[in-house]
């Protein structure tokens, strides 16, 4: 019900007191987007002002925008190694920031194949929180009733590591979720989950979904949103029902825990609460036992009202199947976030997917934007130190452009280039609001992996070595991330040339090339096929000769320039996959798993 409060807001009733701050706020940082900007980064600057880094750039103490952006530089990951390695190594002078380097987030963006480390600091786990606090006043504008009932979230941590230097390396949720800020947090009845923390935190993957399932599953009908954090998180839990159904029932109709559920916490804590209900064991088996699993989710959970899922950008893929699961149930993108820095919130999160924009919040840090043209990323735009880029700053972009994201942050990235293609959709009071259009050079993605061209590449030359046996060479290549099954798989299609028909390369080759080429992406890449179970076998469609010469000329019967084609390296467009899985010879699947450890490599 909504209050009849003092403090009601332009975006609509709040549901409760809490409510009405939370959307008091938003409307504060959004209608005052100019001068909290320029708040935070005089903030940030003076905080700053005695780090290696700001010195280094002669700021002076300087904290106005004019001077910070003429002697400072854009940067990329790559340009801050040094400094990072050496916090990594140990060394806690104020390098990038005034405040202790708490520990590293392990971006989903990769260097050198592995993992980006970016640094925090204690106090940005605070400012992350107060962003989740703005989602659900912001849902309850347009779902009422969601105190009423429960939410159902696959949530999970990550395995750890530590730096030579001692510090913790771990992604930003897996940091969050073992923080008190979520341990502990306080009962609101608005965001009540059906998981308690002790599976959300049991660090065995398996355990955790298993024991989350069995919550859901419980406490069926208080179920009233149902979610993920990304889209491919959420059908990884449909797949692990259609695995796991049978043990879920025989542990409700028998009120005994699964004895794979091993860990002493968490076994304690389901064994409390689970009792016998045969009568809901009986309404699982009968609704997962058929063969159409078509609306599944709406017949298990018949109270959910949407899927809380990022179907933004690489997610977008996931779309149809989502649809399929629970028949049509509205699919809400509420936050924009990365591990350098938490972005913004969607302020209309029941609108079609494709018409999701995220508002960023002026409070999370200083943004900069880089008009994005791609002609200019293909010449090599100079981004050098003398002559720093016109950036464009949040209240000065224009609504239809294209941007890539720059941050200057509390932790001490400064100009940082977030890698991130935005379109200005419009405005909510002077705050920008923008469609996430895609991230920069990311060819292939299943869950959170991202492969580029050039990862691409190195693989299909690594494994194409073991061809020289059989005399054959691979003439061309592309590739597409299929999502038609679950989880979804790399699929590589390959036109070969064989110069001796009598030996040309068998089953078994193609299957080493396919765990070749595994073993050749980045860690994030073998993490999901080995830990995570998210990503399935990467897949060799070897295709008919000629074949990558009618993709030429069917680009060129659709208007291409002959002097300008080039293969595309990865297709997504349905007439191309067509024609290439019409001349597919043979297909070949990786045969084991490729190698990987919690531990980086450098
Ligand atoms: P990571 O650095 O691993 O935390 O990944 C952050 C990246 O995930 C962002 O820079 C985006 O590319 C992507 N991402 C995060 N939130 C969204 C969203 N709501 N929609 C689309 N992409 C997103």
Redesign the pocket.
Known sequence: MAVDSPLSSPLGPPACEKDAKALQFIEEMTRNAESVQQRVLAEILSRNAETEYLRRFQLNGATDRETFKSKLPVITYEDLQPEIHRIANGDRSAILSAQPISEFLT???TSAGERKLMPTIKEELDRRQLLYSLLMPVMNLYVAGLDKGKGLYFLFVKSETRTPGGLLARP?LTSYYKSDHFKTRPYDPYNVYTSPNEAILCPDSFQSMYTQMLCGLLDGHQVLRLGAVFASGLLRAIRFLQLNWRQLAHDMETGSLNLKITDPLLRECIVKTLKPNPELAQFVHHECSKDDWEGIIVRIWPNTKYLDV?V????AQYIPTLDYYSGGLPLA?T??????CYFGLNLNPMCKPSEVS?TIMPNMAYFEFFPHEPNLDSTGFDFTRELPPKLVDLVDVEVGKEYELLITTYAGLCRYR???ILRVTGFHNSAPQFH?VR?KNVLLSID?DKTDEAELQTAVENASHLLREHNASVVEYTSHADTKTIPGHYVVYWELLVKDSTNSPDNDTLEQCCLAMEESLNSVYRQGRVADNSIGPLEIRVVKNGTFEELMDYAISRGASINQYKVPRCVNFTPILELLDSRVVSAHFSPALPHWSPERSQ
Do not use: H, N, Q
């Not at 933004?312 to 997610?315: D, E, K």
């Open positions: 971006s989903s963006g930003v990022i933004t950008g690489a997610m993108c936050m924009y976030a990365s591990s350098e995220y977030v890698g991130d996430f991230r959170s």
